[in-house]
């Protein structure tokens, strides 16, 4: 099992940046698919990102191709989601999650993730 902890949400103005963090403890995140996800208030949760276990292969929502860039750091056991260019429709609850699935076919898809952390907000100001 993988634990995951999200940090570095925060209240940002539009145009503006965040990183976030995702730290895992139990077993490595080398094992694991890694994704995020953001749930907006009275919305369904929503796939955001996701990243192969070794980092070579990068996947993204069209909402957000080429304002966010996830990377991961498997040495510290960390995933990281570089979000630029916010926007007030990034309002969210951002998830971390890892799999243990490789199918290309489901990397979108909520119950294919096997663990999931607490989120952390994230609010664009217009």
């Known amino acids: 099992q993988v634990q995951v902890v999200e940090s570095g949400g925060g209240l940002v103005q539009a145009g503006g940046s965040l990183r976030l963090s995702c730290a895992a403890s139990?077993?490595?995140?080398?094992?694991?698919?890694m994704g995020w996800f953001r749930q907006a208030p009275g919305k369904e949760r929503e796939f955001v990102s996701t990243?192969?276990?070794?980092?070579?292969?990068?996947y993204y929502a069209d909402s957000v191709n080429g304002r966010f860039t996830i990377s991961r750091d498997n040495a510290k056991n960390t995933v990281y989601l570089q979000m630029n260019s916010l926007k007030p429709e990034d309002t969210a609850v951002y998830y971390c999650?890892?799999?243990?699935?490789?199918?290309?076919?489901?990397?979108?898809?909520?119950?294919?993730?096997?663990?999931w952390g607490q989120g952390t907000q994230v609010t664009v100001s217009s």
């Open positions: 139990g077993r490595a995140i080398s094992n694991y698919v």
């Open positions: 990243i192969s276990k070794s980092g070579s292969s990068a």
């Open positions: 999650a890892a799999r243990s699935s490789i199918t290309i076919a489901t990397m979108r898809d909520v119950p294919s993730y096997d663990y």
